[in-house]
């Protein structure tokens, strides 16, 4: 009972230091700080896979009710990658949300996390049910763990997996007109092969595993929305309009059509953005989170969070049950 009341103690003085903080910075009004504060996952230091794990099995025991997790595969060092399960399965809608692609992006993989705590813990004290009653949440919050733990531990830039493949242009939908390095290194390699890596076949089968209304995709940097592609439909075209339009009015991020940027040279295909929205033909956002990456972010994962969290939300809510 102590150790309980001294956790809402420490809750109750973060959050105020929290809202402080962001009150002098004008990020967020004062009113919705004090609610989003998690206490489980931590938001102040580097988030690692081992610590990521450690959460999970933590919010499982916790919400036992509301959050579920398991493993889509293993990375190249063997690693599980974990999925974490948001709401009721049996729900009719899905929705698939992907964090840390790339190793030196891991904020998004902690800010991810937070946001699972959020709903959880709301949803606990009886909010959110409309959402969680219909929506279920597919969640990866590291997709790339060995390509974390290198940017944390070796190289910051780094963005591959360890085989020096960048896994956001391994993927097979028009990996052959794909750009970048020619060899094997931290970043924009493709591969010798679409579809090589262990971590990309573990989120495409996850991906076409069951009928999922979009996805989420978590990068940084930018403070921008991508969305559309080329070859996509008018349904998902205009669906994935409206999933930015959607999450920018709660974030801020701008958002960007990169449909047709290919005639300028600027698209690169084999994404996962590309494997879902042309591949398969169902509509996502990628959202670019933060103006930085890697330690040079970590003092923004507090402002990412409170930007984001309540667009999972907003964005189940867009589809009708
Ligand atoms: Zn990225």
């Given at each position: 009972m102590w150790t309980v009341e001294k956790n809402r103690k420490s809750v109750k003085l973060l959050s105020g230091l929290l809202a402080v903080m962001l009150l002098v910075t004008g990020m967020m009004p004062p009113a919705r700080i004090s609610a989003a504060v998690p206490s489980i996952v931590q938001l102040s230091s580097t988030y690692t896979y081992a610590e990521m794990c450690q959460d999970i099995a933590e919010l499982t025991q916790t919400y036992p009710g509301i959050v579920t997790s398991g493993a889509i595969g293993t990375s190249v060092l063997g690693n599980p990658i974990p999925l974490v399960i948001l709401g009721n399965p049996a729900a009719p809608r899905s929705i698939m949300v992907q964090s840390?692609?790339?190793?030196?992006?891991y904020i998004v993989s902690q800010t991810t996390m937070a946001t699972i705590e959020y709903y959880a813990s709301r949803y606990a004290a009886g909010e959110y049910g409309d959402v969680l009653a219909s929506t279920c949440f597919y969640i990866v919050p590291m997709v790339n763990p060995d390509g974390v733990t290198m940017a944390q531990m070796m190289n910051p830039s780094w963005k591959a997996n360890a085989n020096g493949v960048d896994l956001n242009r391994n993927f097979p939908t028009l990996w052959e007109l794909t750009k970048g390095a020619s060899a094997p290194g931290a970043a924009n390699f493709k591969g010798y092969l679409p579809g090589s890596e262990p971590e990309t076949q573990a989120l495409m089968n996850l991906a076409v595993s069951r009928d999922y209304c979009c996805y989420l995709n978590y990068h940084q940097q930018g403070n921008i929305i991508y969305y559309d592609d080329d070859l996509t439909s008018p349904v998902v075209s205009q669906l994935s309009a409206a999933l930015a339009r959607t999450v920018s009015a709660i974030n801020g991020y701008r958002p960007v059509n990169t449909a047709g940027s290919n005639a300028s040279g600027t698209t690169t295909y084999g994404g996962f953005g590309d494997f879902t929205l042309i591949g398969i033909q169902k509509p996502g956002i990628t959202v670019e989170c933060g103006s930085a990456y890697g330690a040079a972010a970590q003092g923004q994962a507090a402002s990412i969070y409170l930007k984001n969290v309540e667009t999972w939300a907003a964005v189940a809510r867009l589809f009708p049950s």
């Open positions: 840390s692609i790339h190793g030196r992006e």
